[in-house]
């Protein structure tokens, strides 16, 4: 990893959060520096002795979890040093756009989990989902729902400032954003995300279930959610399962989060129906009895990991 010059409003943030914790919310535009920031500060806690838990928030740049995914860790106190995944929450799309909701849901349930139990700090990472009426609304209602003790507010002009502006924010502590810091494309963000998709899938297998046999969620999004709303007499719930299948098979290799009984995360797969009526295809290195419920999401793979497409509501 490239050597990052620490600017001095690094060292002072750095030197804040090894000496008093807190919690604290990093925000910025994509490649600005949030991550290595947060590397740098859990690396400081570890080396005090200290114990830091960290939200890792990009769902589409994530640097410990899989694209599409919202994963809390903690790092034991010395002698173990051990990192643990604390929870994991399923988007299932690779950017905030059409999913704020879920992706909200999911950093307050992840940051909850990461402050129960002993930690000295603990750090929120985010998107680099920042410009824009719908992206500004989104970061503060995380300021709003998460209140925490500080903001870490990273950018290179003026562009994150309309975050801030609104008042009723906590502390904003404004970080230069370093000149070494890779910027990447958009293909190349697009690639890294290839790559993560397809190391997951590499020891993959394909499986099937009948409608009934796993409960489907649709994690509140309104692509799906309009089919479990709609009228229907039948109590066994016929049309509404039709309705589902008929929007499902437009979508081969659905991303899906895998969940069990208590709706722990199991992993993830790519879900095809062939036609109305015939059996669920699972594509996922996780086994069929692992899991009962599957929770769909926003974006369609090929199984080498690319992304095909993402699901829209033409339809509607």
Same mark, same amino acid.
């Given at each position: 990893m490239r050597q990052v010059e620490i600017p001095p409003s690094w060292s002072e943030a750095l030197e804040r959060i090894r000496s008093q914790g807190g919690?604290?919310?990093v925000l910025g535009a994509t490649d600005t520096g949030k991550t290595t920031f947060c590397r740098l500060a859990v690396d400081s806690l570890r080396e005090a002795g200290k114990i830091?838990?960290?939200?890792?928030?990009?769902?589409?740049?994530s640097q410990y979890g899989?694209?599409?995914?919202?994963?809390?860790?903690?790092?034991?106190?010395?002698?173990?040093?051990? +990192?643990? !995944?604390?929870? *994991?929450?399923?988007v299932g799309a690779t950017s905030p756009r059409g999913a704020?909701?879920?992706?909200?849901? %999911?950093?307050? +349930?992840? !940051?909850?989990? *990461?402050?129960?139990?002993?930690?000295?700090?603990v750090l929120v990472d985010t998107t680099g989902y920042i410009? %824009?009426?719908?992206?500004?609304?989104?970061?503060?209602?995380?300021?709003?729902?998460?209140?925490p003790d500080a903001l870490l507010l990273l950018q290179r002009g003026e562009e994150a400032e309309?975050?801030?502006s609104a008042g009723h924010v906590p502390q904003v502590i404004r970080l230069e954003c370093p000149r070494a810091v890779s910027v990447r494309t958009r293909e190349q963000r697009r690639e890294r995300r290839r790559a993560r998709f397809a190391a997951y899938f590499a020891n993959a297998a394909s499986h099937f279930f009948l409608w009934g046999e796993k409960q489907i969620w649709t994690g509140g999004l309104p692509h799906f959610e309009w089919c479990l709303q709609a009228e229907t007499q039948d109590p066994q719930g016929t049309v509404r399962v039709r309705l589902l299948e008929q929007v499902l098979v437009r979508y081969p290799g659905l991303l899906v989060g895998l969940r069990a009984e208590g709706g722990e995360?199991?992993?993830?797969?790519?879900?095809?129906?062939?036609?109305?009526?015939?059996?669920?295809e699972v594509f996922s290195p996780v086994a069929p009895g692992d899991y009962s419920a599957v929770q769909l999401g926003l974006i369609t793979l090929d199984r080498s990991g690319e992304e095909r497409g993402?699901?829209?509501?033409?339809?509607e």
């Open positions: 919690f604290y919310l830091p838990s960290l939200v890792d928030g990009d769902i589409g740049q899989l694209p599409g995914t919202i994963f809390g860790l903690r790092w034991d106190a010395p002698p173990k040093r051990e +990192r643990r !995944t604390l929870t *994991a929450f399923f704020s909701l879920q992706c909200l849901a %999911g950093i307050c +349930r992840v !940051t909850a989990a *990461a402050r129960v139990g002993h930690t000295d700090a410009r %824009g009426p719908a992206a500004v609304a989104l970061k503060q209602a995380k300021i709003a729902a998460l209140q309309p975050i801030v995360l199991r992993g993830l797969g790519l879900l095809t129906i062939a036609e109305p009526g015939a059996p669920v993402r699901v829209d509501d033409t339809y």
